[in-house]
């Protein structure tokens, strides 16, 4: 039985700030919140949470947990008193200037990259890895010609370009092997169609541990996710 590679050597290639972008329920926040923890292990971390859109699924609620795993959290004022105004900190231009590791968790669909359009400027200044995260059991990405319209979406609004493909195929504690490799072909197709390759494979380790290794893992580890909820993000 194959399990989840030890390696997170992916996670310190290429550029220094990694960027998650997709639709709402992908999975998005969860993935954010691992790779920053993750990335914490071996290095100084940020999470920047600029989701605007969602108010449940919050990084700023595991704020102790992240602090305690030396990740530095940075997040909207109102984020968690149920004010929805979508002010962003200005904490997240130290973004572009620390060597930290830096992970940006935006908020869902075209909307939610919105807020990552407002710093196109230091983007272009200092570029970052940019995944657009795929669940293709999710209404809106259940056809790889929706995935394509939200991809080209999101670009046009945030003001960036997307660089690799994450695919997060689950149907929370329902996901088997015979969900990844639907997923597997789906992010296959998607990527010959839109020219953006696969940057990594997400998922829990009893879902992807029967699976050969095709591409990069991040085994997940639920963090934000009640019980009850059927999917994850």
């Known amino acids: 039985m194959t399990t989840c590679s030890p ?36 290095a100084r971390a940020m999470l920047i949470d600029l989701d605007i859109v969602n108010p449940f699924f919050r990084s700023a609620e595991l704020k102790p947990l992240l602090l305690e795993n030396g990740v530095e959290l940075v997040y909207p004022a109102y984020a968690l008193s149920g004010v929805d105004i979508p002010i962003l900190p200005a904490e997240v231009e130290r973004a572009f200037t620390t060597d930290a590791r830096c992970v940006f968790d935006v908020g ?63 149907l929370g504690a329902e996901t088997g092997a015979d969900e990844i490799l639907a997923g597997r072909e789906f992010i296959q197709r998607l990527s010959q169609e839109s020219g953006v390759p696969v940057a990594f ?5 009893k879902a992807l541990s029967a699976l050969p290794e095709v591409w990069p893992r991040l085994c997940v580890r639920r963090y934000l996710t009640p019980e009850w909820m059927e999917w994850y993000e």
């Not at 869902?108 to 995944?131: H, N």
């Not at 494979?201 to 380790?205: I, M, P, R, T, V």
């Open 7 to 42: 390696s997170t050597d992916w996670l310190f290639a290429g550029r220094r700030i990694k960027v998650l972008v997709g639709h709402y329920g992908s999975g998005k926040t969860e993935l954010a919140v691992n790779m920053a923890l993750e990335m914490a292990k071996r």
């Open 108 to 170: 869902g669909d075209d909307d939610g990259a919105v807020a990552l359009g407002r710093y196109s400027a230091q983007f272009s200044a200092c570029p970052a890895d940019v995944y657009f995260v795929v669940n293709p059991f999710r209404p809106r990405t259940a056809h790889v010609s929706q995935a394509l319209s939200l991809m080209e979406s999101v670009q046009r609004r945030a003001r960036i370009a997307i660089t690799g493909l994450a695919v997060n195929a689950n």
């Open 201 to 205: 494979e997400a998922g829990l380790e």
